[in-house]
């Protein structure tokens, strides 16, 4: 069975750099079949893409969030990693990561729970 | 404000039809193929419908999702209780601002 589990700070202080970890199982983070994915709800909000990696290295990047955001991944431990830095409140939310599957489009068929990361003095 | 446009609530009685829309452009819906996502707030999204119209194992004939032009519409039939639930588009944008884009969400509300 596939599973995605996020982990990092729940809590992160203004202008400080947001870190959280993707942890991968059932599934291969060196598969051609798929793309790996970062996507947040802000508070009140819906739902926006932030970024994904490919196992070759290729990534893609929100425009908006572009300037901020790193991703990288660690195939020895089958995980992925999000990094936004200088935060403000605005990045407070719930953060997913996901999995896409090219027999599908790419469309995402496994998410994992979120975490819900404040950023709050 | 999102690059797709939904509307932000639909209500219905139970065992009704009821359906959402998704408009975007020819850059976005126009080129690439629409998803659709159920999701409760505080649970990971569900995949509904991939490319237009496909429903992934799992997933009950009463969801139908289709495309026309720069517009796509998830469909669900025989409405449930457990239908509640926050539903998104999703397609790949194509243009200078490349990647994925949502819609606003739509809020279904099973009366």
Request: with cysteine; aromatic share 10%; hydrophobic share 30%.
């Amino acid at each position: 069975q596939v599973q995605l589990q996020e982990s990092g700070p729940g809590l992160v202080k203004p202008s400080q750099t947001l870190s959280l970890t993707c942890t991968v199982s059932g599934s291969s983070i060196n598969s051609d079949n798929h793309w790996w994915t970062w996507i947040r709800q802000p508070a009140g909000e819906g739902l926006q893409w932030i970024g994904r990696i490919f196992n070759t290295g290729s990534i893609n990047y929100n425009p908006s969030l572009a300037s901020r955001v790193s991703i990288s991944v660690d195939t020895s431990n089958n995980q992925f990693s999000l990094k936004l830095t200088s935060v403000t409140a605005a990045d407070t939310g719930v953060y997913y990561c996901a999995r896409e599957y090219r027999g599908y489009d790419f469309a995402i068929d496994f998410w994992g729970q979120g975490t819900l990361v404040a950023v709050s003095s | 404000q999102s690059v797709l446009t939904q509307p932000p609530s639909v209500s219905a009685t139970p065992g009704q039809k009821v359906t959402i829309s998704c408009s975007g452009s020819s850059s976005n819906i126009g080129s690439n193929s629409v998803s659709w996502y159920r999701h409760l707030p505080g649970t990971a999204p569900k995949l509904l419908i991939y490319e237009n119209n496909k429903r992934p194992s799992g997933i009950p004939d009463r969801f139908s999702g289709s495309k026309s032009g720069t517009s796509a519409t998830l469909a669900i039939t025989g409405l449930q209780t457990g239908d509640e639930a926050d539903y998104y588009c999703e397609t790949w944008e194509t243009n200078l601002s490349a990647g994925w884009v949502f819609g606003g969400g739509t809020k279904l509300t099973v009366l």
